[in-house]
Protein backbone atom coordinates (compact mmCIF):
# COMPACT_ATOMS: atom_id res chain seq x y z
CA UNK A 1 0.00 0.00 0.00
CA UNK A 2 1.32 3.50 -1.19
CA UNK A 3 -0.05 6.68 0.61
CA UNK A 4 0.13 9.91 -0.87
CA UNK A 5 -0.16 12.98 1.44
CA UNK A 6 -1.13 16.45 -0.08
CA UNK A 7 -2.59 19.61 0.34
CA UNK A 8 0.10 21.56 2.62
CA UNK A 9 0.97 25.07 2.35
CA UNK A 10 1.43 28.04 4.47
CA UNK A 11 -1.77 30.07 5.51
CA UNK A 12 -2.46 32.76 8.02
CA UNK A 13 -3.87 31.82 11.63
CA UNK A 14 -7.52 31.26 10.86
CA UNK A 15 -7.55 30.29 7.52
CA UNK A 16 -8.40 26.73 6.58
CA UNK A 17 -6.70 23.25 4.48
CA UNK A 18 -7.95 20.86 2.82
CA UNK A 19 -4.97 17.87 3.30
CA UNK A 20 -5.89 14.66 1.20
CA UNK A 21 -4.28 10.66 1.13
CA UNK A 22 -4.49 8.86 -1.82
CA UNK A 23 -4.28 5.22 -1.23
CA UNK A 24 -2.67 3.21 -4.10
CA UNK A 25 -1.39 -0.64 -4.72
CA UNK A 26 -2.46 -3.20 -2.85
CA UNK A 27 -5.65 -1.18 -1.08
CA UNK A 28 -6.87 -3.06 1.88
CA UNK A 29 -10.93 -2.29 1.36
CA UNK A 30 -11.07 -2.66 5.57
CA UNK A 31 -8.94 -0.25 6.92
CA UNK A 32 -8.43 2.44 9.37
CA UNK A 33 -6.68 5.69 7.93
CA UNK A 34 -5.35 8.14 10.32
CA UNK A 35 -3.23 11.52 10.40
CA UNK A 36 -0.26 12.51 12.28
CA UNK A 37 1.52 15.93 12.74
CA UNK A 38 5.24 16.29 13.82
CA UNK A 39 6.53 19.64 14.73
CA UNK A 40 9.94 20.37 14.63
CA UNK A 41 11.87 18.55 17.86
CA UNK A 42 8.51 17.43 18.79
CA UNK A 43 7.20 14.11 18.96
CA UNK A 44 5.19 12.36 16.55
CA UNK A 45 1.32 12.75 17.91
CA UNK A 46 -2.57 11.98 16.88
CA UNK A 47 -4.62 14.33 14.87
CA UNK A 48 -7.56 11.79 13.79
CA UNK A 49 -8.63 8.37 12.77
CA UNK A 50 -11.39 6.90 11.11
CA UNK A 51 -12.82 3.55 10.67
CA UNK A 52 -13.40 1.85 7.05
CA UNK A 53 -17.02 3.32 7.30
CA UNK A 54 -16.22 6.43 8.02
CA UNK A 55 -18.99 5.84 10.28
CA UNK A 56 -16.67 6.49 13.60
CA UNK A 57 -13.90 9.48 14.34
CA UNK A 58 -11.57 10.06 16.08
CA UNK A 59 -9.94 13.38 17.09
CA UNK A 60 -7.10 14.16 19.39
CA UNK A 61 -8.61 17.09 21.91
CA UNK A 62 -6.20 20.15 20.39
CA UNK A 63 -8.70 19.30 17.24
CA UNK A 64 -11.96 18.99 18.12
CA UNK A 65 -14.30 21.72 16.56
CA UNK A 66 -11.79 22.80 14.30
CA UNK A 67 -10.96 19.31 12.31
CA UNK A 68 -12.52 17.30 10.65
CA UNK A 69 -11.56 13.43 9.01
CA UNK A 70 -13.56 11.91 6.18
CA UNK A 71 -12.74 9.25 3.77
CA UNK A 72 -13.93 8.80 0.11
CA UNK A 73 -13.63 4.81 -0.04
CA UNK A 74 -14.53 4.75 -4.23
CA UNK A 75 -11.36 7.38 -4.47
CA UNK A 76 -9.46 5.25 -2.09
CA UNK A 77 -8.80 8.64 -0.23
CA UNK A 78 -8.78 10.08 3.04
CA UNK A 79 -9.13 13.87 3.89
CA UNK A 80 -8.30 16.19 6.38
CA UNK A 81 -10.21 19.42 6.75
CA UNK A 82 -8.65 21.43 9.02
CA UNK A 83 -10.46 25.01 9.88
CA UNK A 84 -9.47 28.02 12.09
CA UNK A 85 -5.71 27.49 11.42
CA UNK A 86 -3.69 28.22 14.64
CA UNK A 87 -0.03 28.80 14.29
CA UNK A 88 0.51 25.81 16.93
CA UNK A 89 -0.88 23.72 14.03
CA UNK A 90 2.34 24.20 12.28
CA UNK A 91 4.20 20.61 11.46
CA UNK A 92 4.49 18.26 8.81
CA UNK A 93 1.56 15.85 8.37
CA UNK A 94 1.38 12.20 8.26
CA UNK A 95 -1.17 9.89 6.46
CA UNK A 96 -1.52 6.46 7.66
CA UNK A 97 -3.15 3.36 6.97
CA UNK A 98 -3.47 -0.14 9.06
CA UNK A 99 -5.80 -3.19 7.67
CA UNK A 100 -5.74 -4.59 11.30
CA UNK A 101 -7.09 -3.14 14.77
CA UNK A 102 -5.39 -1.56 18.08
CA UNK A 103 -4.71 1.91 19.27
CA UNK A 104 -5.85 4.38 16.51
CA UNK A 105 -4.00 6.88 18.96
CA UNK A 106 -0.63 5.07 18.88
CA UNK A 107 1.74 5.46 15.80
CA UNK A 108 2.84 1.75 16.16
CA UNK A 109 -0.37 0.43 15.58
CA UNK A 110 0.15 1.96 11.65
CA UNK A 111 1.84 -0.30 8.81
CA UNK A 112 1.33 2.41 5.99
CA UNK A 113 2.92 6.08 6.00
CA UNK A 114 2.72 8.49 3.56
CA UNK A 115 5.45 10.86 2.96
CA UNK A 116 4.17 13.83 4.71
CA UNK A 117 2.76 17.45 4.06
CA UNK A 118 4.16 20.85 5.39
CA UNK A 119 1.37 22.77 6.72
CA UNK A 120 2.80 26.24 8.25
CA UNK A 121 0.63 28.68 10.18
CA UNK A 122 1.74 31.89 10.10
CA UNK A 123 0.05 34.88 13.33
Known amino acids: VQLQASGGGLVQAGASLRLSCAAS????????MGWFRQAPGKEREFVAA????????YLADSVKGRFTISRDNAKNTAYLQMNSLKPEDTAVYYC?????????????????WGQGTQVTVSS
Open 25 to 32: GRTYSRNV
Open 96 to 112: AATPGYGNVWSPTTYDY
Open 50 to 57: TSWSGGTT
